[in-house]
């Protein structure tokens, strides 16, 4: 049996206000949906046996109805072709409350849809495999619970275990998220060895274990993970072997540090220049100067450093001045604080006959009084 493993899909996520030219959305939501469609079309190109998906579907409990739309078109093509799919929930999905409802209730009402998603434990049999679900669970005893409710059945062949969560046995893999499902060592729990054991929740292709795999997530929803290659996994049950396919995902780039120290705003900016290859093209660009001495820290323009990246998708920048006591940063915005814009505007001010230490002292002094 064939298993195509994909997960962290967060259909609905929306960031930096920049539009789709041809579709009018979002344009990181249509990224979303466009990842998520090399997925669909690889399905119907390698012809899996069954699909798995691994949670986190949806970025939200309460997904819009486009994202809804796109979900759902597809499941009914998987659907239609006789291909079964089984999908579990994740901690984006899982409503806080559970009188909110479930996505996951519509979703399941498709044929050849397997969906685990009520904070508790269900198996599928397809063929003569079972497929043994625990999706997020919002409490720790659900979790206990639903591991206590695996039951294993002599006549199935195979057994492939999904859930979503952090790994936490000799190592941690998660997140880092307020709300995530802490997950034991499966096997070790539950004194059973499975043919697989599919992970989802940890944006990162990763094998915790010859059987049990991140198969990472479609797209990348912070810069933390641009390191991170975006995709799935085909599986096979019979020989164990693993295929990882890389999808196309909008660049997600950190550029080396710049050391700032002893340097003017002029300097930085013929630096920066050196930075700005072809590769950032529309790329999301995070941007580090650090050891900027105050008075250089006072004279670089924002928007200078947006025009020297102007062929990037988004700059995320932090600048991080030396103030001789501490560091300060200053990071993701145009506009910084009044205090802050007003010293920058007073440095670039060359009337002679101004006292600027006097204007600048009593300007603070009105700004911090009244700045909210």
Excluded at 13 to 30: A, F, L, M, V
Excluded at 188 to 199: N, R, S, T, V
Excluded at 222 to 237: A, I, K, P, Q
Aim: charged share 25%; glycine share 6%; net charge negative.
């Amino acid at each position: 049996m064939n298993l195509l493993h994909f997960s962290d899909t967060h259909l609905g996520y929306s960031e930096y206000s920049k539009i789709d030219p041809t579709t009018g959305i979002n344009q990181r939501e249509q990224d979303f949906y466009d990842a998520w469609q090399q997925v669909i079309n690889a399905v119907f190109r390698l012809k899996p046996d069954v699909v798995l998906h691994t949670g986190d579907l949806f970025h939200t409990p309460r997904p819009s109805n486009r994202a809804i739309r796109v979900a759902l078109e597809s499941i009914q093509k998987i659907s239609d072709a006789g291909i079964p799919i089984v999908i579990i929930s994740g901690n984006h999905e899982t409503p806080r409350i559970k009188a909110t409802g479930s996505i996951f209730e519509s979703i399941s009402l498709f044929t050849n849809v397997y969906a685990a998603f009520d904070s508790k434990y269900e198996r599928f049999r397809i063929g003569d495999c079972d497929f043994h679900c625990v999706p997020h669970c919002s409490l720790t005893e659900e979790l206990e619970k639903a591991f206590q409710s695996v039951r294993i059945l002599k006549d199935a062949s195979k057994n492939v275990f999904l859930t979503h969560g952090a790994w936490t046995g000799r190592q941690y893999f998660g997140m880092g998220e307020f709300n995530e499902q802490r997950l034991p060592d499966i096997e070790k729990e539950l004194g059973f060895k499975f043919d697989y054991i599919a992970l989802g929740h940890y944006h990162k292709k990763l094998d915790v274990k010859n059987n049990a795999t991140y198969c990472g997530s479609t797209e990348r929803t912070s810069l933390n993970e641009h390191g991170n290659s975006t995709g799935f996994l085909m599986v096979d049950l019979e020989t164990g072997s693993k295929n990882y396919f890389q999808i196309k995902s909008r660049p997600m780039i950190k550029l080396p540090v710049v050391d700032c120290k002893g340097k003017t705003a002029r300097n930085i900016y013929d630096e920066l220049h050196n930075l700005a290859t072809p590769a950032l093209d529309q790329a999301i660009v995070y941007l580090i100067l650090e050891h900027i001495e105050e008075n250089t820290f006072l004279k670089i323009d924002i928007r200078e450093l947006d025009h020297i990246f102007s062929s990037v998708f988004y700059l995320q920048k932090s600048l991080i001045r030396e103030t001789g006591e501490r560091n300060q940063i200053v990071s993701n915005s145009k506009i910084e604080s009044l205090a802050v814009e007003f010293e920058r505007y007073l440095a670039t001010v060359n009337e002679n006959e101004i006292n600027r230490d006097k204007l600048r002292d009593m300007g603070l002094s009105y700004l911090t009084r009244f700045e909210i």
